[in-house]
Each structure stands twice: as C-alpha cells, then as structure tokens.
C-alpha cells in the first residue's frame, strides 16, 4: 500500500508537519508519496531529500539568519502606527509588486536545497504552485527543487511571483491548501493531510485584516481538500501568525502536545491490511 502525505500551507505554522512527520516515523510509517503546498512544500522537499534529522534546527537556523525580514513583515502586519507613517507607506506599496523582496527567500531556501533537483529525491516529491496568468493549480515534479519551493511558497502580495516555465506563478495555498488529490494522483492508495490553516483572526491593522479574510478563504479550501483524504490531522496553533518564523520552536511544541490526542488507528489498521 503507498502512503501518501499532503503537507498543507500556512507559513511558520507548518512547522507541524516536521512534528508529524517524526509522528510517522515513531509508528513505522514510510510515506511513498509526499506533496506539500508553500509551507509544506518546504517540509517535504527537505524530508524527500534528506529524511527528518536536522530538520527543525536547519528552519530555526533560516529564521535566525532572516530576523530583518521577519521584523520587517511583523511591523507592516502587526505594529501600531501612526496614521501619517501609513499613508506614507502605502504610497510605496501601491508602486509595488509585493511587501518582503523575493530573493531573500530565494537565497534562504537555497542554503537547504542548494541544485538539488527532484530527481535526487528518495521519496517521491512533487509541489503545487498556482498560475497567477491562467488562473489554474500547477503541479511540479521535476527540475530544480529551489525554483519549485520558492515558488510554491510566494505569498501573494507579501513576495512578487515567480517566473518559471513561461508562467508566473504564486503561492499553492491559493487554491490548493491541502493537496490531498494531488496526492491521489501520484498513486498513493491512503492519503494523510495535514492541515496547519487553523483561524486566528487579527485586526489590528489593514494589513491584517487583509490576511484575515485570506485565511478564512483558504480555511474554506481547506475544508474542501480535507474531505478527499483518508486521514485528516488539523492542527490548531492560536496567537501565532504565519510570518513569525522565530516561533519555530514554540510551534513545534505545540504541535507534539497535540498530536498526543490524535488517533492513528486508522492509518495503521489500513497498513496492517495491505
């Protein structure tokens, strides 16, 4: 029987899925198929290619080298300003294609996945990315890991799009939040999910509420996607947003106390039967 996994988006809450993951591997399961959106598509291109050692340490150690952009990101979604310095900033912004520069992210993410391509994963791998020009879910399976992931990963609005294959494309959370189908559609006979999308509203500033309503939307899409799999793990992180990436290790603790109240029987009668 071919496990497949479905590692959803959520940015720094996806941390989760390296706590399910280690989850898995305590049982003895060994996911065949493994398809993660922005978040997890970090997670599981890491996991594909090296396995879960290191994991953890190697995400805190991205949110420590990327403490100026996680201040910047924290002051335009949660700081209290004046009026006059947001009138200010918003005239910057209208001329903008996004808040946070893309190539941070990309020189980031490089130091994990550096040229590695698809082809060196031992578990098979793929992203979902969304084309912002055709307005359609894109799957990627092959090529550089690092253009996939950053890709996968670029918040609308928050990163610019990235221009791969003749498109441009932007987060896979878009439309995707959970690729369990996507999962299915590389043979995987029992798709687990995880789903990090839990709903902390946040008003504070019209950038938040921005995001809120983003979340709301993908809380809906994540619904939807949780339905066609076979085990559905949600985890519910409150009071952390998405870009707080210094909250690694918090998250990840959260995320073990969880997963002790979540029942595998499921999972495990379904191996056991193959």
């Known amino acids: 029987m071919k496990i497949g996994l479905a590692l959803g988006s959520g940015g720094a809450l996806g941390?989760?899925?390296?706590?399910?993951?280690?989850?898995?591997r305590d049982l003895g399961v060994n996911p065949s198929v493994v398809v993660g959106s922005s978040a997890g598509a970090v997670i599981g291109a890491f996991y594909s290619l090296f396995g879960i050692d290191g994991l953890l340490e190697r995400m805190v150690e991205i949110a420590d080298l990327n403490r100026k952009l996680i201040a910047?990101?924290?002051?335009?979604?949660?700081?209290?300003?004046?009026?006059?310095?947001?009138?200010?900033?918003?005239?910057?912004?209208?001329?903008?294609?996004?808040?946070?520069?893309?190539?941070?992210m990309y020189n980031s993410l490089a130091r994990l996945f550096g040229s590695h391509r698809f082809s060196d994963c031992k578990t098979r791998f793929a992203v979902t990315t969304f084309d912002i020009e055709h307005g359609k879910t894109v799957v990627i399976d092959e090529g550089?890991?690092?253009?996939?992931?950053?890709?996968?990963?670029?918040v609308p609005g928050a990163f610019p799009p990235v221009r791969l294959g003749g498109m441009h494309l932007v987060d896979g959370g878009t439309t995707r939040v959970v690729p369990v189908k996507e999962s299915k559609m590389y043979g995987a006979d029992f798709v687990v999910a995880s789903d990090v999308s839990a709903f902390d509203p946040e008003l504070s500033t019209m950038f938040a509420l921005q995001y809120t309503v983003d979340d709301i939307k993908g809380k809906i899409i994540a619904d939807l996607d949780l339905q066609e799999a076979d085990m559905a793990v949600k985890f519910k992180i409150p009071h952390i947003q998405w870009y707080e990436f210094n909250k690694s290790k918090i998250i990840y603790r959260m995320a073990k106390k969880?997963?002790?109240?979540v029942d595998f029987t499921t999972l495990l009668r379904a191996l056991e039967s193959k």
């Open 15 to 24: 941390i989760a899925h390296i706590a399910l993951l280690e989850k898995l």
């Open 258 to 261: 969880e997963l002790e109240n």
């Open 72 to 104: 910047k990101a924290n002051e335009f979604m949660g700081r209290k300003r004046k009026l006059r310095d947001d009138v200010v900033e918003m005239s910057k912004i209208i001329f903008a294609h996004s808040l946070l520069a893309g190539d941070a």
């Open 144 to 154: 550089f890991i690092l253009d996939a992931v950053v890709a996968s990963s670029s």
